[in-house]
């Protein structure tokens, strides 16, 4: 990973032009309603962000799509090209009771960061956030939707916030309702973790995400130097409970 710039973008509140990406490097959407998400024709939403990518010169992950009877999300290079995708892991039954889960982790390698793309709930999945960033994540774009009225503080302190502190990583977490840049709490101005906020009507949020800051944070918290890996390949590897009883 290297410094590298990243902007959060609700492209309702601005439909002419929404925003002046300037030297950003990768854009996040925001905003997406569940009408939006289960309704998109998904050929013509990534071909327009595609477009989008190779005029102004950036990376993005457009909003939440479905594809072959799954919730997806992308990356798109600057030159329009989708990197890679990843599939929900784990899905809320009452938003999306249709489709089916996935059961495989891929890491995006950039030229800035090797990125994961963690999929709506999966976001409140500890274990999905630790084995990509055991698979060599250096920062996840978590993309969600959460029903208004369930939508509290919480959710995100539970989810993106916690998996930040826990893996000592960047998330940048959007959602119909807002968006934020997270990161260590020691990577934030005020120590709480949030670097930028933007709430249901703000247009964007922006920052430079540094590597020095996120390094210094690590050496005060070197969580995966205290890891203890027996224990985790006692439970969590071939060799688990899990393991043995889908085998029987």
């Known amino acids: 990973m290297r410094d590298f710039s990243v902007v959060m973008i609700n492209p309702k509140k601005d439909p002419t ?6 030297h950003t490097e990768l854009v996040v959407l925001a905003g997406d309603s569940i009408e939006d ?8 939403y990534l071909n327009e962000w595609a477009k989008y990518a190779r005029e102004h010169g950036v990376y993005i992950v457009p909003g939440l799509y479905i594809e072959d009877d799954y919730l997806c999300l992308c990356l798109i290079d600057d030159n329009g090209r989708v990197m890679g995708s990843q599939r929900a892991c784990h899905l809320n039954t009452r938003s999306f009771p249709e489709l089916r889960r996935g059961d495989n982790i891929n ?3 950039t030229p800035f960061a090797k990125i994961f793309l963690c999929v709506d709930v999966d976001t409140l999945k ?4 630790r084995a990509a960033v055991l698979m060599g994540a250096e920062v996840v774009v978590s993309v969600q939707y959460i029903a208004p009225d369930r939508y509290n503080e919480s959710m995100i302190l539970a989810g993106a916030w916690q998996n930040a502190q826990q893996n000592c990583i960047y998330i940048l977490n959007a959602h119909n309702l807002g968006a934020n840049i997270i990161g260590p709490c020691e990577t934030s101005e005020d120590l709480s973790g949030f670097i930028k906020r933007m709430g249901a009507d703000s247009l964007d949020i922006r920052a430079e995400l540094s590597v020095s800051s996120r390094d210094k944070a690590y050496g005060n918290f070197p ?11 006692r439970y969590f590897g071939d060799h688990s409970h899990a393991a043995r009883r889908k085998k029987s």
């Open 107 to 109: 890491i995006i390698d």
């Open 223 to 233: 969580i995966f130097k205290t890891l203890n890996r027996d224990l985790y390949n």
């Open 37 to 44: 998400v289960k309704n998109r024709d998904v050929n013509n």
């Open 17 to 22: 032009g929404f925003a002046d990406v300037g």
């Open 126 to 129: 500890p274990q999905i956030i």
